[in-house]
């Protein structure tokens, strides 16, 4: 095994009856607005646009598609760090979009995210011992300095650190050690669900393998449940149970790991596997699809579809409203393509 391959591990059993997580139609615009001196609203950025899943307890749900999509808006609303412009995120059946500042501050310490960039994501002037301990602090847990130091250290050997160096600065380690320092950090305040948006994108391939096999102990031992965003799509049927295809704000198609890479519908999802390599000797080749064109801008997305500006297979429905609903064809696998019955 090279060392960027992640240990292959059994996906832990998920109830589909427990659902930590409900998005229903989530949204989120950015406003755009014009004037020098009086600033009036011209428009809007659709980043988010109409979400529904789930997420069941104990599972990883992969987020996948292109830049400007929308995968880190979404995880950022769902936390509640954009406020959504529409929409119901329930957690443990509370809706975060109601809950005052107070309640949400509460409802933060079981929900944290693992953040893309680990250079820019720790304070600079913060030891580590501090950057981990900051939310021990602002939450009110562990007031005794000593205590509080010997779980940070704790915090640091699971994650693979060396408690040694807890008086050292984030300038003084490596990426991939960074990005540990980020999940020691997340798992402070013990969590039930943790945001991971790209937290290998940034690393050296033979560190990302690491830091996988890391979330994926962490969740076996603590019992985590991930949202988890990320570009690759080898390490997403890696690590995830089902996976979620977006595209230009929307969900186009969604459903188990193995059933959406073996037995893809969606003429987005096709063409995004049909660009992972693959083995000289595998059995099931894959035919090439080169999307054509870029991306359409979400300030002015097209009507119909939004993948039928790109689409190799789109007709005369397509280019009109309605926009595709996602449709369930199998078992937990939904596609949103006016071309998929079930």
Known sequence: MSLAEP???AKRAVDHNDVILRVRGLKKYFPIYAGFI???QVGAVRAVDGLDFDVYRGETLGLVGESGCGKSTTGRTILQLYKPTEGVVEFEGRDLTKLSPGDMRQMRKQMQIIFQDPFASLNPRMTVGNIISEPLQIHGLYPDKKERQGYVEQLMQR??????????YPHEFSGGQRQRIGIARALALQPKFIVCDEPISALDVSIQAQVVNLLEDLQQELGLTYLFIAHDLSMVRHICNRVAVMYLGKIVEMGP?????DNPQHPYTQALLSAVPQHPNSRQRRQRII??????????PPRGCNFNTRCPVSFSLCYRDPDPELVEIGQGHWVACHRVTP
């Open 7 to 9: 240990v292959v591990k």
């Open 38 to 40: 009086i600033q009036r």
């Open 159 to 168: 994650v693979g650190l060396n408690p040694y160096f807890i008086n050292r």
């Open 257 to 261: 790991t193995d059933e959406v890479y």
């Open 291 to 300: 999307v054509k064109g870029d991306i359409p801008s979400p300030a002015n």
